[in-house]
């Protein structure tokens, strides 16, 4: 999409704050729609990436934080939830902003169900 080839990686988070800053330096092109977008889906990414280190410090999500004493909770299962979902939504957006939905037609479509709780 961004002429990329991800590496392998436990933090993708990395990767898209890397396609961020080289499109903010001119070497890609990137609508400030698709930056935007880029970097909600980065920052919902490192609370999953985040969760190593969960035990010591809080946990945020796209509309709350919650603090160590309130770990593993169902109500903290429904904030992922709904975080793995808000992403699902975000990535069909931005792949329709680049263009790609005939060629995505069948995950956009999944990935749609899951945003909606499908």
Same mark, same amino acid.
């Given at each position: +999409?961004?002429? &990329?080839?991800? @590496?392998?990686?436990?933090?993708?988070?990395? %990767?898209?704050? &890397?396609?961020?800053?080289?499109?903010?330096? !001119?070497?890609?092109? +990137?609508?400030?729609?698709?930056?935007?977008?880029?970097?909600? =889906?980065?920052?919902? #990414?490192?609370? *999953?990436?985040?969760?190593?280190?969960?035990?010591?410090?809080? %946990?945020?999500?796209?509309?709350? =934080?919650? @603090?160590?004493?309130?770990?593993?909770?169902?109500? &903290? %299962?429904?904030? *992922?939830?709904?975080?793995?979902?808000? =992403? #699902? !939504?975000?990535?069909?957006?931005?792949?329709?902003? $680049? !263009?790609?939905?005939?060629?995505? $037609?069948?995950?956009?479509?999944?990935?749609?169900?899951?945003?909606? !709780? $499908?």
């Amino acid at each position: +999409m961004y002429s &990329q080839e991800p @590496p392998k990686t436990h933090r993708p988070s990395d %990767v898209i704050d &890397q396609i961020v800053a080289e499109a903010e330096v !001119g070497r890609l092109k +990137m609508s400030r729609e698709e930056r935007e977008l880029l970097l909600r =889906i980065s920052s919902l #990414a490192k609370t *999953f990436e985040d969760e190593a280190t969960r035990p010591r410090y809080g %946990v945020r999500h796209h509309d709350r =934080i919650i @603090p160590p004493n309130e770990y593993y909770s169902t109500e &903290q %299962v429904k904030y *992922f939830i709904s975080d793995a979902r808000h =992403i #699902a !939504g975000l990535i069909v957006r931005l792949a329709r902003v $680049k !263009g790609l939905s005939k060629e995505l $037609k069948d995950v956009l479509t999944r990935l749609e169900e899951i945003a909606h !709780g $499908k």
